[in-house]
Protein backbone atom coordinates (compact mmCIF):
# COMPACT_ATOMS: atom_id res chain seq x y z
CA UNK A 1 0.00 0.00 0.00
CA UNK A 2 2.65 1.88 0.87
CA UNK A 3 3.84 1.89 -3.07
CA UNK A 4 0.58 3.73 -4.14
CA UNK A 5 1.14 6.27 -1.18
CA UNK A 6 4.32 8.10 -2.46
CA UNK A 7 3.59 10.08 -5.68
CA UNK A 8 5.78 9.80 -8.88
CA UNK A 9 6.67 13.17 -8.88
CA UNK A 10 8.28 11.88 -4.95
CA UNK A 11 9.70 8.80 -6.44
CA UNK A 12 12.98 11.00 -7.85
CA UNK A 13 13.33 12.33 -4.08
CA UNK A 14 13.76 9.12 -2.18
CA UNK A 15 16.45 7.50 -1.53
CA UNK A 16 18.26 4.83 0.75
CA UNK A 17 21.47 2.72 0.26
CA UNK A 18 19.50 0.05 -1.62
CA UNK A 19 17.30 2.29 -3.75
CA UNK A 20 20.15 3.82 -5.75
CA UNK A 21 21.14 0.53 -6.67
CA UNK A 22 18.19 -1.42 -7.49
CA UNK A 23 16.64 2.09 -9.37
CA UNK A 24 19.64 2.01 -11.40
CA UNK A 25 19.29 -1.78 -12.20
CA UNK A 26 15.38 -1.66 -12.62
CA UNK A 27 15.45 1.52 -14.89
CA UNK A 28 17.71 -0.25 -17.53
CA UNK A 29 14.72 -2.40 -17.92
CA UNK A 30 12.46 0.40 -18.05
CA UNK A 31 10.68 -0.18 -14.21
CA UNK A 32 10.70 2.72 -12.34
CA UNK A 33 12.76 1.98 -9.39
CA UNK A 34 10.60 2.80 -6.40
CA UNK A 35 7.31 0.83 -8.02
CA UNK A 36 9.40 -1.60 -9.65
CA UNK A 37 11.96 -3.47 -6.72
CA UNK A 38 8.46 -3.04 -4.91
CA UNK A 39 6.14 -4.95 -7.21
CA UNK A 40 9.61 -7.39 -7.52
CA UNK A 41 9.00 -7.83 -3.88
CA UNK A 42 5.67 -8.76 -3.74
CA UNK A 43 5.98 -10.97 -6.75
CA UNK A 44 8.69 -12.61 -5.16
CA UNK A 45 6.83 -13.20 -1.94
CA UNK A 46 3.92 -14.65 -3.77
CA UNK A 47 6.08 -17.08 -5.58
CA UNK A 48 7.58 -17.91 -2.20
CA UNK A 49 4.29 -18.96 -0.68
CA UNK A 50 2.61 -20.57 -3.56
CA UNK A 51 6.19 -22.54 -3.91
CA UNK A 52 6.06 -23.16 0.56
CA UNK A 53 2.15 -23.67 0.68
CA UNK A 54 2.10 -26.96 1.56
CA UNK A 55 4.99 -27.11 3.96
CA UNK A 56 3.33 -23.67 5.89
CA UNK A 57 -0.58 -25.75 5.70
CA UNK A 58 1.29 -28.09 8.33
CA UNK A 59 2.63 -25.11 9.96
CA UNK A 60 1.25 -23.69 13.17
CA UNK A 61 1.10 -19.81 13.16
CA UNK A 62 1.58 -18.29 16.39
CA UNK A 63 1.43 -14.30 16.87
CA UNK A 64 3.10 -14.55 20.04
CA UNK A 65 6.41 -14.99 18.09
CA UNK A 66 5.51 -11.95 16.22
CA UNK A 67 5.21 -9.91 19.73
CA UNK A 68 8.40 -11.40 20.59
CA UNK A 69 10.37 -10.70 17.71
CA UNK A 70 8.79 -7.20 17.64
CA UNK A 71 10.01 -6.64 21.51
CA UNK A 72 13.69 -7.89 20.19
CA UNK A 73 13.75 -5.82 17.46
CA UNK A 74 13.05 -2.77 19.56
CA UNK A 75 16.00 -3.60 21.51
CA UNK A 76 18.06 -3.93 19.15
CA UNK A 77 16.83 -0.64 17.07
CA UNK A 78 17.57 0.70 20.42
CA UNK A 79 21.08 -0.30 20.40
CA UNK A 80 21.69 1.08 17.44
CA UNK A 81 20.64 3.89 18.32
CA UNK A 82 22.99 4.45 21.01
CA UNK A 83 26.08 3.52 18.81
CA UNK A 84 24.83 5.55 16.42
CA UNK A 85 24.19 8.84 18.67
CA UNK A 86 27.41 8.53 20.48
CA UNK A 87 29.09 9.34 16.78
CA UNK A 88 26.37 12.39 16.55
CA UNK A 89 25.79 10.67 13.08
CA UNK A 90 22.80 9.10 13.34
CA UNK A 91 20.38 9.07 10.13
CA UNK A 92 20.74 6.17 7.49
CA UNK A 93 18.97 7.55 4.48
CA UNK A 94 17.40 10.97 3.41
CA UNK A 95 13.86 11.46 4.24
CA UNK A 96 13.22 14.03 1.54
CA UNK A 97 9.75 13.92 1.19
CA UNK A 98 6.84 16.38 1.51
CA UNK A 99 4.33 14.89 3.83
CA UNK A 100 5.28 12.76 6.90
CA UNK A 101 3.02 9.49 6.14
CA UNK A 102 5.62 9.44 3.08
CA UNK A 103 8.90 9.55 5.83
CA UNK A 104 6.78 6.81 7.44
CA UNK A 105 7.03 4.81 4.24
CA UNK A 106 10.32 5.20 3.25
CA UNK A 107 11.67 4.73 7.10
CA UNK A 108 9.88 1.18 6.94
CA UNK A 109 11.28 0.43 3.04
CA UNK A 110 14.69 1.33 4.37
CA UNK A 111 14.33 -1.62 6.73
CA UNK A 112 13.13 -3.61 4.18
CA UNK A 113 14.64 -3.08 0.72
CA UNK A 114 18.52 -2.54 2.48
CA UNK A 115 18.25 -5.61 4.42
CA UNK A 116 16.75 -7.43 1.61
CA UNK A 117 20.04 -6.22 -0.79
CA UNK A 118 22.84 -5.53 1.88
CA UNK A 119 22.10 -8.19 3.85
CA UNK A 120 20.59 -11.27 2.41
CA UNK A 121 22.05 -10.61 -1.18
CA UNK A 122 25.17 -9.47 -0.55
CA UNK A 123 25.66 -11.40 2.58
CA UNK A 124 24.79 -14.93 0.58
CA UNK A 125 26.26 -14.03 -2.73
CA UNK A 126 29.79 -12.37 -0.53
CA UNK A 127 29.77 -16.35 1.71
CA UNK A 128 29.06 -18.28 -1.07
CA UNK A 129 32.35 -16.16 -3.46
CA UNK A 130 34.26 -15.97 -0.97
CA UNK A 131 34.37 -19.82 -0.04
CA UNK A 132 34.49 -20.05 -3.85
CA UNK A 133 37.50 -18.83 -4.17
CA UNK A 134 39.62 -18.32 -1.16
CA UNK A 135 38.25 -21.72 0.54
CA UNK A 136 37.96 -20.06 4.16
CA UNK A 137 36.00 -21.75 6.66
CA UNK A 138 32.37 -20.72 7.28
CA UNK A 139 33.23 -18.12 10.03
CA UNK A 140 35.55 -16.58 8.34
CA UNK A 141 33.40 -16.56 5.30
CA UNK A 142 30.76 -15.08 6.86
CA UNK A 143 33.05 -11.89 8.73
CA UNK A 144 34.04 -11.77 5.43
CA UNK A 145 30.70 -11.17 4.11
CA UNK A 146 29.75 -9.12 6.64
CA UNK A 147 32.50 -6.46 6.01
CA UNK A 148 32.27 -6.50 2.22
CA UNK A 149 28.79 -5.74 2.69
CA UNK A 150 28.74 -3.13 5.62
CA UNK A 151 31.45 -1.14 3.30
CA UNK A 152 29.24 -1.28 0.05
CA UNK A 153 26.39 -0.29 2.38
CA UNK A 154 27.92 2.77 3.49
CA UNK A 155 29.76 3.88 0.33
CA UNK A 156 26.03 3.58 -1.71
CA UNK A 157 24.88 6.49 0.63
CA UNK A 158 27.05 8.28 -0.98
CA UNK A 159 26.48 7.99 -4.47
CA UNK A 160 23.70 9.71 -6.82
CA UNK A 161 22.47 13.69 -6.93
CA UNK A 162 20.90 13.42 -3.60
CA UNK A 163 23.74 11.46 -1.75
CA UNK A 164 25.82 12.80 1.02
CA UNK A 165 28.85 14.35 0.48
CA UNK A 166 32.01 12.39 0.41
CA UNK A 167 33.21 12.53 4.29
CA UNK A 168 35.22 9.59 6.11
CA UNK A 169 33.75 10.16 9.72
CA UNK A 170 30.11 9.61 8.14
CA UNK A 171 31.33 6.37 5.77
CA UNK A 172 32.89 5.01 9.41
CA UNK A 173 29.75 5.72 11.46
CA UNK A 174 27.56 3.84 8.59
CA UNK A 175 29.60 1.60 8.05
CA UNK A 176 29.67 0.60 11.56
CA UNK A 177 25.69 0.48 11.42
CA UNK A 178 26.68 -2.03 8.73
CA UNK A 179 28.54 -4.07 10.87
CA UNK A 180 25.90 -3.92 13.37
CA UNK A 181 23.01 -5.19 11.08
CA UNK A 182 25.21 -7.74 9.47
CA UNK A 183 26.48 -9.43 12.69
CA UNK A 184 22.85 -9.31 13.78
CA UNK A 185 21.33 -10.72 10.17
CA UNK A 186 23.83 -13.91 10.88
CA UNK A 187 22.82 -14.77 14.26
CA UNK A 188 19.11 -13.82 14.50
CA UNK A 189 18.15 -13.66 10.51
CA UNK A 190 16.45 -11.57 7.96
CA UNK A 191 13.35 -10.97 10.08
CA UNK A 192 14.49 -9.22 13.15
CA UNK A 193 17.48 -7.36 11.39
CA UNK A 194 14.92 -5.89 8.63
CA UNK A 195 12.49 -4.80 11.62
CA UNK A 196 15.20 -3.46 13.52
CA UNK A 197 16.55 -1.48 11.02
CA UNK A 198 12.60 0.10 10.18
CA UNK A 199 12.12 1.06 13.73
CA UNK A 200 15.97 2.42 14.14
CA UNK A 201 14.68 4.68 11.24
CA UNK A 202 11.02 5.68 12.48
CA UNK A 203 13.09 6.45 15.97
CA UNK A 204 15.00 9.00 13.82
CA UNK A 205 11.74 10.34 12.33
CA UNK A 206 10.02 10.92 15.48
CA UNK A 207 12.96 12.78 16.75
CA UNK A 208 12.72 14.75 13.49
CA UNK A 209 8.72 15.79 13.77
CA UNK A 210 8.97 16.40 17.58
Given at each position: MGLFIISSRDIPQLRNGADVLMRNVLETFGLLGIYGFGFMLLFGFLLVFIIQRKKWKATEFNL???????????????????????????????????????????????????????RLLFI?????????????????????????SAVIFSLFHFVGVLGDQPDVGLFFVRFVAGLFLGGLYCFRGFGITACTHALYDLILLVMVVT
Open positions: GFLFFMFVESVVWSAGLFSIMNFSNQVALMNPNTRFLIQRVVLSIGAGIYEEFVFGGFTYLIGFVLQWKQLGRKIGAVVL
